[in-house]
């Protein structure tokens, strides 16, 4: 076991807790209600991430980030739906308010973590149809000592890197400056796990300027803390353009065959 993972105090309870950003506009979906509130198959996409989380035997706790000014909204639609996957006595489900970036909005989840969490999955709420199996396989990860763990599934496209022309040169031809190898590169997916430690760690010392970080696995790597990748799922892919949303029923409704309802 990595010596950074979080041993709990001999004797002491130890959680693994799920925190679900959720404070998104989804400004590249286009006009409507904040992404995370889109149905897919008549259901808010949060229900399905929150359930997707709560699905998973190691998840006792799900933080529920919610717009800045949303949380009331929010903790009313979580109790409109029942977690139909979820044992209500062992998943509790929290809402906090977000931020303005998905780097605050998750560190304001953490702060809501009480003491026996030790372990954290941090999952997009915009990634609803994430299968249990990669949740389980994350939270075993972390669960065994690594630090950080991150799904990921190899690159399709060839990716190219670009001079980016913004602000008045917004539109002008962007030079490419390189090709990148794409055996080399990976996309990440969520949830990504950590031990909580960790985690609070690279929340608290690493700030990303400009665009801020991404992703919560790019702070720990900032922090010199290996990050290992286990394999991710197509079906976890992020709801980020109004064709995602196509997929995302299309997936939906193949499920519900298969499931016979
Ligand atoms: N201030 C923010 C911004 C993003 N997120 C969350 O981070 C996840 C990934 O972000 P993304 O898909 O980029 O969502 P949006 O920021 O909503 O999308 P866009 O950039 O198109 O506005 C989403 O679940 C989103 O709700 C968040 O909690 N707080
Ligand atoms: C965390 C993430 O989902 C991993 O792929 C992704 O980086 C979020 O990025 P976005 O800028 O919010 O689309």
Do not use: C, W
């Not at 994350?138 to 599934?153: C, D, F, K, S």
């Not at 608290?204 to 696995?217: M, N, P, R």
């Amino acid at each position: 076991m990595s010596d950074r993972a979080t041993a709990p105090a001999s004797g002491a309870p130890s959680r693994t807790a799920a925190v679900i950003p959720a404070a998104g506009r989804g400004v590249r979906l286009g006009p409507g209600a904040p992404k995370a509130l889109r149905a897919i198959g008549g259901t808010p996409m949060l229900v399905h991430a929150v359930r997707a989380m709560a699905a998973s035997r190691a998840v006792s706790l799900v933080v529920v980030v919610a717009p800045p000014d949303g949380a009331a909204d929010v903790r009313h639609l979580l109790d409109e739906y029942p977690l139909a996957d979820r044992d209500s006595t062992r998943t509790d489900v929290v809402v906090v308010p977000g931020g303005e970036t998905r780097q605050a909005s998750v560190r304001l989840g953490l702060a809501a973590l009480p003491d026996d969490v030790t372990a954290v999955l941090v999952h997009d709420a915009a990634r609803p149809l994430v299968p249990v199996d990669t949740v389980d396989a994350v939270a075993a990860a972390v669960r065994e000592g690594a630090p950080a763990v991150v799904p990921a599934l190899p690159v399709a496209d060839t990716v190219k890197q670009v001079e980016p022309r913004t602000g008045e040169r917004a539109g002008e031809p962007e030079p490419v400056v390189a090709t990148p190898e794409r055996a080399v590169l990976r996309a990440v997916q969520t949830p990504q796990g950590f031990d909580r430690r960790t985690l609070a760690e690279a929340h608290e010392k690493v700030a990303l300027e400009g665009e801020g970080a991404t992703d919560d696995a790019g702070m720990v790597e900032r922090l010199g803390v290996p990050v290992v990748l286990i394999p991710g799922h197509e079906e976890a892919f992020k709801v980020t353009r109004p064709l995602d949303l196509v997929l995302a029923e299309a997936v939906l409704a193949r499920r519900r065959a298969n499931d016979g309802f």
